[in-house]
Nanobody
Framework: QLKLVESGGGLVQPGGSLRLSCAAS????????ISWFRQAPGKEREPVSY????????EYADSVKGRFTISRDNRKNAATLQMRSLKPEDTGIYYC??????????????????WGPGIQVTVSS
């Protein structure tokens, strides 16, 4: 059974950077679509970014375009989310998720069979 675990979160000042990692165990990520979601206090979980199986298709939420970069390393069985120019509104719990369907509608939560437990990112001065 695939297990995902996020790391790299924490407290950062506005304008700072963080690099989140999503490590997989129990199975490989090779044939899975990977996405990042986040959930701010009192709000619904929202999509942040998506990367296809071969990294030939990438998507970002408008709110993070130009500031966040998603990547994956299938040899290391991991994915990353590089976050720059962080804003207070980026605060929340960040989750990595994996989709094993033939077609993955990346913004839809029900698409994903596997989720990490989430990691806190706080952007505050």
């Amino acid at each position: 059974q695939l297990k995902l675990v996020e790391s790299g979160g924490g407290l950062v000042q506005p304008g700072g950077s963080l690099r989140l990692s999503c490590a997989a165990s129990g199975s490989t990520l090779d044939n899975l679509v990977i996405s990042w979601f986040r959930q701010a206090p009192g709000k619904e979980r929202e999509p942040v970014s998506y990367i296809s199986r071969r990294a030939d298709s990438i998507e970002y939420a408008d709110s993070v375009k130009g500031r966040f970069t998603i990547s994956r390393d299938n040899r290391k069985n991991a994915a990353t989310l590089q976050m720059r120019s962080l804003k207070p509104e980026d605060t929340g719990i960040y989750y990595c998720a994996a989709c094993n369907q033939v077609v993955c509608t990346w913004r839809r939560l029900s698409t994903y069979a596997y989720w990490g437990p989430g990691i806190q990112v706080t952007v505050s001065s």
